[in-house]
């Protein structure tokens, strides 16, 4: 069983910083990617940053200069900086994963976590 489960979503001024933190744990072999995502009430769930198993990054443009993804392990974290109110969405944990099944077989999954709720608002 593989679970992501995060944390570090919250109420913040415009202007503010969070810290969101992803675990990634269960029969994992290996992590080919990982990275965040977020959804609006109303819009499409978006990406906002990536980070590859190499550590190369990818951020949306909305974000570019404000976020940094980086990760440690099985964990990623997304700091958020300079927040505004449109930043506000559902934050999601996604993880390109590949699974040990037995000792000579696997295969490869994408897992998304929970959400945590991030609302910038004075």
């Known amino acids: 069983q593989v679970q992501l489960v995060e944390s570090g979503g919250g109420l913040v001024q415009p202007g503010g910083s969070l810290r969101l933190s992803c675990a990634a744990s269960?029969?994992?072999?290996?992590?080919?990617?990982m990275g965040w995502y977020r959804q609006a009430p109303g819009k499409q769930r978006e990406l906002v940053a990536a980070i590859t198993s190499g550590g190369s990054t990818n951020y949306a443009d909305s974000v570019k200069g404000r976020f940094t993804i980086s990760r440690d392990n099985a964990k990623i974290y997304l700091q958020m900086n300079s927040l505004k109110p449109e930043d506000t969405a559902v934050y999601y944990c996604?993880?390109?994963?590949?699974?040990?099944?037995?000792?000579?077989?696997?295969?490869?999954?994408?897992?998304w976590g929970q959400g945590t709720q991030v609302t910038v608002s004075a």
């Open positions: 996604n993880a390109d994963l590949t699974i040990k099944k037995n000792m000579f077989s696997y295969y490869n999954q994408e897992y």
């Open positions: 269960g029969s994992i072999f290996s992590i080919n990617g």
